[in-house]
Each structure stands twice: as structure tokens, then as C-alpha cells.
């Protein structure tokens, strides 16, 4: 027997808000209602989705592998809804972004609107790997990562290509310079990104390569963070040409002796890749 839609998007949004009166106001039907319709899935195919320890609710093992099928459906069931509602045109609808910085971003969201301007954008920032798991994880429909992609999930295409430099402020012996090699980095006081940015592991990887040692002084979450304790003179920065914001104080340094580049993507996932937004948003911005 198939499943009931509105018994799967009763579970669905159990699973989401992590309970049953949330779920029930979210649908807007009455919680015994949801109840019932999630009791009843149970039932039908003798499994547990939901750990309940009184008002707390957790997924099983099952409801977890339910849910993220749920999670597709849903996201399928939003782009008929979308589709319908524009009679066929793509006028308006929702586009969730997930982004490693502002800076492509906010350009390509720019290039967007001005085709769909009636389109409600959204976007969340986070290094690489935290990028592409929201789109892995249906949180976002499009990706811009800086690194390529090996995983078989996803569909991703190029479209920049940035080298990294080191900056420091006018206080550090450096400042005049123009260039240095990426051996006199090490033993230096570097700050950087967290583990998982593609900036860091750049670097890092170029740095193993010719046997040199790179250990940050300071690891910081976010580019300001990195440019702000650069600016107080706490140390040497590290970040792609583009993304190097200019100030009096501060001096971007080309790395001669090596080619550490970042290449930035746009990237869906690959069951997605015909959904007529995130192809109305490829083709906008590429």
C-alpha cells in the first residue's frame, strides 16, 4: 500500500520542529490530527520513526532515513507549488543560497533579481564544508563553494579562478614588501580560517607539498575576524585576491614561489539540477 501524502508530511513536520504541537501549528490542523496520521505510518508498516521521552521527540534510526527522503519530497512538492502558482512562467517563488563569502554572491543574487525580481532570496554564509552540506541537506537549492566537488550527489561548474595572499598591517616588517615566498611564512604568526576553509587548506596543502610547516597562531570563523586581528597587528592574514579589503593600514602580499589558487563553483545537487529555478539562477549569473 503507498504511502499517504498527508500522512508523510505529517511526519515530515514532526521531524522538523522536533514535536507534535509544532508540527500541527505549522500545518495548521489539529494535533491529535498529526498524531494520529504519524501513529497510523507506524502502524501500517510496523516501524517506529519517533524515540518519544515525554514531550521530547527524536528520530529513530528509520525516521532519520525517512526524513531525509521526506526532505526531497517536500522540496519537490515547494517547485510544483512554485510552477503552478507562476501558470507555467517562472515570475516568482523562494531561493535559499548557501555561500563560502558575500562577495560572488551578492553579485550573482544581483544578476538574478534583475531577470526575477519578485523571487524572495535567502542566504547563509559558512566555510566550504558547511556550504555544501546544506545543499546535501536541502537547507539551500544552490551552492557557491570555492573548491571542486568529489561527490557523486552533486553537479558543479566552474566560474572564477582566485590567487591567495598574505596581508598584514603597517606595523609588520612586511608591509613595504611586494612579495614574498611561501617558506617565509613558516614560524610566522599566521591567522586563519577554521578547519574546513578553502583559503586554509590551500594554503596548507601547497605548504606539505614543498615540506613546510604552516600552524596558525590564531584560527578565527569569519574573514572579519581574520582582517580585524590582521589590523591590530596580531599577526599575517591569508585570502583570496578578491576578497582582500582595502584599508589604509593593511597591504595585501603576493606568495611568489607558489601557485595557491582557490577555484570558485556553483553547485546543486544533482537530482535538482533541471529544477527550473536553480536553473533560471545558473543560467542568471554564468
Known sequence: MAIVFTHLRSFHAVAE????????SALHVSQPTVTTQVRELEERYGVELFLRQGRRVELSETGRALHEISA???????EADELLASSGRLTSGQLQIAAVGPFHA?????????RYPLFKISMLLGNSDL??????????????????????????IPFSTHEVVAFVNADHPWYNRGEI???????????????????????????????IVIRPFLEIG??????KAVE???GIGVVADFEFVAHPRLRAI?????KIRTEYRLACLKERQSSRKIKAFFDAVL
Not at 17 to 24: Q, V, Y
Not at 72 to 78: A, D, F, G, V
Not at 133 to 154: C, G, M, N
Request: no cysteine; charged share 25%; net charge neutral.
Open 181 to 211: 615566498s611561501i617558506r617565509e611564512l613558516e614560524g610566522q604568526s599566521l591567522i586563519l580560517r577554521e578547519t574546513g576553509s578553502t583559503t586554509r587548506r590551500a594554503l596548507e596543502a601547497a605548504a606539505e607539498a614543498l615540506g
Open 17 to 24: 520542529h522536533r514535536g507534535f504541537t509544532a508540527a500541527a
Open 72 to 78: 526531497r519530497i517536500m522540496k519537490l512538492q515547494e
Open 254 to 258: 603576493r606568495i611568489g614561489d607558489a
Open 131 to 156: 556550504t555544501l552540506s546544506r545543499v546535501l541537506q536541502l537547507e539551500a537549492d544552490v551552492a557557491i563553494l570555492a573548491h571542486t566537488v568529489d561527490d557523486s550527489r552533486v553537479y558543479s
Open 232 to 234: 591590530r597587528g596580531l
Open 222 to 227: 569569519s574573514r572579519e575576524g581574520v582582517w
Open 106 to 114: 551578492t553579485e550573482m543574487i544581483a544578476r538574478f533579481v534583475a
